[in-house]
């Protein structure tokens, strides 16, 4: 069993930064490959951010690419998403999602275990 809690949302001007972390409870985060995703109103969650197991690996939505970076901390059970060059189409609830696997995938219902979000807003 793998909890999730994520943090650091809030409201941002276009062109901001936020860094969301999420924290992991468990002896055994690093057999997680770990993703972020995020939904908006009304739209279906989509994929964000992945990371492998061992952090060697990263993948990226072609929405946020060069704007946002993952990483992890496997002995501080963590995974961060820094989030620069914010625009208002970024604004959604994040979810942090973790998948017993060496690499992440990029379709919602393949992870296993999902903290409860948190809200990003981006203002134009």
């Known amino acids: 069993q793998v909890q999730l809690v994520e943090s650091g949302g809030g409201l941002v001007q276009a062109g901001g930064s936020l860094r969301l972390s999420c924290a992991a409870s468990?002896?055994?985060?690093?057999?997680?490959?770990m993703g972020w995703f995020r939904q908006a109103p009304g739209k279906e969650r989509e994929f964000v951010a992945g990371i492998s197991r061992s952090g060697g690996s990263t993948y990226y939505a072609d929405s946020v690419k060069g704007r946002f970076t993952i990483s992890r901390d496997n002995d501080k059970n963590s995974v961060d998403l820094q989030m620069n060059s914010l625009k208002p189409e970024d604004t959604a609830v994040y979810y942090c999602?973790?998948?017993?696997?060496?690499?992440?995938?990029?379709?919602?219902?393949?992870?296993?275990?999902w903290g409860q979000g948190t809200q990003v807003t981006v203002s134009s």
């Open positions: 468990g002896r055994t985060f690093s057999r997680y490959a």
């Open positions: 999602a973790a998948r017993q696997t060496i690499v992440p995938v990029t379709t919602p219902d393949r992870y296993d275990y």
